[in-house]
Each structure stands twice: as structure tokens, then as C-alpha cells.
């Protein structure tokens, strides 16, 4: 190991030398989509060629991942498309990041799909309270992993105090966007993570603390699940580490998929227990309905034309429930079996019925679905000073590095063979800070 971790001092700005990532005042997250390979293809023209066909390949690609993982030597490592149907691999990882001081959880996908999820934590940093798995039960079979751990060693923030440093870690591949019905889909995928976290934080009584998303989301800054993850109060940390801007995405890229597109879609979300969060359900409905305006927008209309479009052939002032649900079906967000289900249409439905009468004027129509008033969000800001504030241990972003560090810069890099992700490692940083808890958000928890 002593020779892997000279090369990779050597590297400098390439990545993230193991003196930061051992800092005995930080912590460092590393996530990586290893590219399974039962789907990497050594052939354009042979689509059928595969990587997992031939054992040398595969074994001498991911024994290099393996020796820049053991490099950095990260505190967390969230793997994604973990090749969980190959014995042999899974002992290679299990032994190796074993016997490097690291506590391995893997995760399956349903359906026996072949690849899944990874996570490692190393032992003298961390004790693992929890260890949940979340199957989505969907058409893209995809799971999350949930970890509830506490620090072994206290930073000398809590070390006069009785707080406990505690911290949820979420590991997650999410569906790719095949078509524009699997957007929604891969929005339910987050909603259905969010909602856990809520409820185990719910269940087991926890006081707020951070919480970090891990994961191969499989859409870039444009898209509608970074909108909801931001709505939610979650920071993207390699932005945070780079002061770039929601409007900042051709900055930086992460991934070149099976179209030859490249993009940013690899995260590590930060939601400190210091910042407010809107009610789950309000941030859902925001998100769907701006998913609705998406649509409507792509086909030129105007507000007044999108509000004439809700009415359809009613000729009085307002949207009926059936006229709402016929432009859903139109914009195909129902109707098929990735769509929304009946429940969620009318969650929808009263979550814009904001005066009950069972029909939508358009000062509804504007507030929830063209124009999503500021004010929930003034409102949520002022009303955080309402709760009690507590004494708690958050994160800041220190630094942030993407390997290969073309990928900084928005470019790919032809010679990269690794993956067909770039690897993305933070290093966080422990700060006291005040806990407010809301009462928007106690009730949540209640």
C-alpha cells in the first residue's frame, strides 16, 4: 500500500491525499459508480460483449479501483453498481477494504438484477447504530441503504458536552431517465427515501442531525430531483466546496453514459441540523407541479393559456377536479404504470385546493402551480426563530475533489478507463452549531 499511496501524493490537485482525508478533525465521504461489469460494453458494434465475460479484465480494473479507494482511505465509501452476482468480486472488496480496518453492508438489487449498493465505514472512526435497507419495489428495481452511525472518537467541539455525534447516511443508484416517463418515477424514488428517513428519524425519537445522500442520481442540476433535494434544504457539498451556483452546472461533469452524453449527475447531499425544511409532503407537490409547468411550458403556453388548458370545456372561472385530471392524463403524468397513482393525484389536488371549495380559482392556479409563492419560503425562514434552540454538531464543506480532474472542468477525459463515472470525495468538517427546531418541522416528526 505504502507504494499506491506515494503515487497518489504525487498527483496533487488529481485527488484527495490520504494526510487530508486522515485529518483527525475532519471526515471524508467518497462515492463512486464503479461501472458493473455485466453492463460494460467492450464493443459498439457487439452490444453483447460485456466486461463480466472476461475474469482478467474485470478483476484487473477493479483491483485498481480498489487501490485508489485504499489510497484516499475515506472515512464513508458508497459504492454504486456493485457487481453483488459475482462471489469472487464480493470477496475481493470484503477482504480488502476488511483488512484495511473497514465494516462492509452490500445491498442487492430486486429482482436479482445482478449489481447493487456498497457501503464502508471505517471502524475506528465510526460505531453503527443502524443499518436499514430500503427496496423501492419499482420498475427500475432499484434500493437504497440507510446507515445510522455515531463517532468513536469526539471532535473536540462535543468533548465538554454531552452531544453525540451522530449522523445518517443514505446510498443510492437512482433510474435512469430512458424516457420522459421515468422522470416522475425517479422523483418517487426520492420522495420514498426522503419519507424513511423521516419516519426512522420519527421512530427512534432523534434529535435533528446531519444527514448525507450518496449516490449516482442519474440527473444533473437541471433536473426536477435536484429542485426537490434543494427544496428539502439538502446543499450539493462539491458546490458548496467550489462556491458554484444552482445555475452553475456545465461546470463540472461526473459521468459519460451509454449515449455518450457526459454530465454532472454524481452527489454527496449535505442537510445540516441548523437549516429549515418544509413540510415533505409541500416540497412533493411543489416538485410534481413543477413537472406539470415543465410540460405545459414545452408546449408554448402561456399562463393564461396553460390556466384555459386546466379548464377545458368548463366556460366558468375555475379548474374542476376532472378537468385537472384529464391534463394531468394529457401530459401524461397518469394513465400508465409509471404514472402517478390516484392517491398522489388527489394529495395534489387538495394540497392546491388551498380554500377547500372543491374547485381551483386562478390565485390557486398561479400560488401552486405557475408561479410557487415566495412567501412559504419567508415564512419558513422567520419561523425557524420560534423553536428552541439547542446546542448541536453539524458539517461544513471543506474541500471537494472529482477524479479525473478533467471532469473540473467539463470535459471527459479518453484515456480515463476506470469507470464511466468520475469519483467524488468531500472532506467535512465538524461545527457547533444551534439546532432550531421549527414547528413546521416538529410536526413532521410528531
Known amino acids: 500500500m505504502g507504494n499506491h499511496r506515494g503515487r497518489i501524493s504525487k498527483i496533487g490537485s488529481y485527488a484527495i491525499a490520504s494526510s487530508i482525508t486522515d485529518h483527525p478533525r475532519t471526515i471524508s465521504c467518497t462515492t463512486f459508480n464503479i461501472l458493473a461489469p455485466i453492463y460494460n460494453r467492450l464493443s459498439k458494434e457487439d452490444q453483447s460483449l460485456r466486461e463480466s465475460n472476461f475474469r482478467t479484465f474485470w478483476l484487473t480494473r477493479n483491483q485498481r479501483i480498489l487501490d485508489w479507494l485504499l489510497s484516499e482511505r475515506s472515512s464513508i465509501i458508497c459504492l454504486q453498481e456493485f457487481w453483488v452476482g459475482n462471489e469472487e468480486l464480493v470477496n475481493l472488496y470484503e477482504k480488502r477494504l476488511g483488512d484495511a480496518g473497514y465494516i462492509n453492508f452490500k445491498l442487492g438489487r430486486t429482482n436479482n438484477r445482478g449489481d447493487g449498493l456498497l457501503m464502508a465505514l471505517r471502524k475506528d472512526y465510526f460505531r453503527v447504530i443502524n443499518h436499514r435497507a430500503l427496496l423501492f419495489n419499482d420498475c427500475g428495481d432499484r434500493v437504497a441503504q440507510l446507515l445510522h452511525v455515531e463517532l468513536v472518537a469526539p471532535f473536540p467541539q462535543s468533548r465538554t458536552s454531552n452531544t453525540r455525534q451522530e449522523l ?12 420522459s416517463s421515468l422522470c416522475l418515477v425517479r422523483l418517487q424514488q426520492v420522495y420514498k427515501i426522503l419519507q424513511y428517513v423521516e419516519s426512522y428519524q420519527k421512530e427512534n425519537k432523534l434529535n435533528p442531525m446531519p444527514i448525507l445522500l450518496c449516490g449516482d442520481w442519474n440527473g444533473s442540476k437541471r433536473g426536477h430531483v435536484y429542485n426537490f433535494l ?10 458548496t466546496a467550489h462556491q458554484y451556483t444552482d445555475a452553475d452546472a456545465h461546470k463540472w461533469v461526473s459521468h459519460r453514459n451509454h449515449r455518450g452524453n457526459i454530465c454532472g449527475v454524481d452527489f454527496i447531499w449535505l442537510l445540516n441540523p441548523n437549516r429549515y425544511r418544509k413540510l415533505l409532503k409541500t416540497s412533493w407537490s411543489e416538485a410534481v407541479f413543477g413537472m406539470f409547468k415543465y410540460q405545459l411550458r414545452k408546449a408554448s403556453l402561456t399562463e393564461h393559456d396553460a390556466f384555459a388548458f386546466l379548464k377545458a370545456d368548463n366556460h366558468e372561472d375555475y379548474i374542476t377536479y376532472s378537468g385537472f385530471c384529464e391534463a394531468l392524463r394529457q401530459l401524461n403524468l397518469i394513465g400508465h404504470r409509471h404514472g402517478l397513482s390516484a392517491e398522489e393525484v388527489k394529495e395534489l389536488w387538495i394540497q392546491a385546493d388551498i380554500d377547500g371549495n372543491g374547485v381551483l380559482d386562478y390565485n390557486e392556479f398561479q400560488q401552486w402551480i405557475w408561479h410557487p409563492s ?29 477524479f ?9 477525459p479518453e484515456d480515463y478507463s476506470l469507470s464511466d463515472h468520475a469519483r467524488l470525495t468531500v472532506v467535512l468538517s465538524p461545527v457547533r452549531m444551534p439546532c432550531y427546531v421549527s414547528h413546521s418541522h416538529s410536526d413532521q416528526l410528531q
Do not use: M
Request: hydrophobic letters at 30%; proline letters at 3%.
Open 404 to 412: 479525473p480532474c478533467e471532469v473540473e472542468k467539463g470535459r471527459w
Open 230 to 239: 434543494r427544496s428539502q434544504g439538502f446543499v450539493s457539498s462539491y458546490d
Open 168 to 179: 445518517l447516511i443514505v446510498n443510492t443508484h437512482l433510474l435512469f431517465p430512458h424516457d
Open 374 to 402: 415566495c412567501s412559504e419560503d419567508n415564512e419558513a425562514q422567520d419561523d425557524t426563530t420560534k423553536g428552541l434552540a439547542e446546542q448541536t454538531i453539524g458539517f461544513s464543506v471543506k474541500n471537494a475533489v472529482l
